[in-house]
């Protein structure tokens, strides 16, 4: 049923139940997994261009090798994983990498946001359930961090 399933990743400690997730289909329907890292550096468009946004470019960018490295070390070996990165829109990425590379399913997280935080902030799930042309599964993932011991926190992530 789903030969090629998107993941997009961020690399928060809430991306084990994720792909935890994604494995699991991945394996019980025989399926690759294609790990996507988008550089959203749309946050940074009206901050006035500097010659050190390069490397906050490049910074970002080495961020998402370590996400999509993250990726490849949690997935089963017997499961194939693709790795990409792109730059703009997250949701807007994610559900154009799905149809460009024939995606069949798209498993993301979610931090649950409601009220005003999710008006303020959005939400990029949300956004491809909205726009994408195959199904998404979504995975909470707040629990997952607050579950995690202290010193596998991610970084800047309130406990």
Same mark, same amino acid.
């Given at each position: 049923? *789903?030969?090629?399933?998107?993941?997009? $990743?961020?690399?928060? %400690?809430?991306?084990?139940?994720?792909? $935890?997730?994604? =494995?699991?289909? %991945? $394996? %019980? #329907?025989?399926? =690759?997994? #294609? %790990?996507? *890292?988008v550089v959203d550096i749309g946050r940074f468009s009206t901050l006035p261009h500097e010659p050190t946004w390069e490397g906050v470019t490049d910074s970002l960018h080495r961020e998402g090798e370590m996400a999509l490295d993250m990726v490849e070390r949690l997935v089963a070996d017997d499961v194939t994983v693709t790795r990409a990165t792109a730059e703009g829109s997250p949701s807007r990425e994610i559900v154009e990498y799905a149809s460009q590379h024939g995606c069949d399913l798209i498993v993301m997280g979610t931090h649950g946001r409601g009220g005003i935080d999710r008006l303020l902030l959005g939400s990029v799930a949300e956004r491809v359930v909205r726009s994408a042309h195959v199904p998404v599964v979504t995975v909470p993932v707040e629990t997952a961090m607050q579950d995690l011991p202290e010193d596998e926190q991610p970084a800047g992530v309130p406990q």
């Open positions: 049923m *789903y030969n090629r399933i998107l993941v997009p $990743t961020d690399g928060s %400690a809430g991306s084990r139940d994720i792909l $935890t997730h994604a =494995e699991a289909l %991945a $394996t %019980a #329907h025989d399926s =690759e997994i #294609h %790990a996507l *890292y």
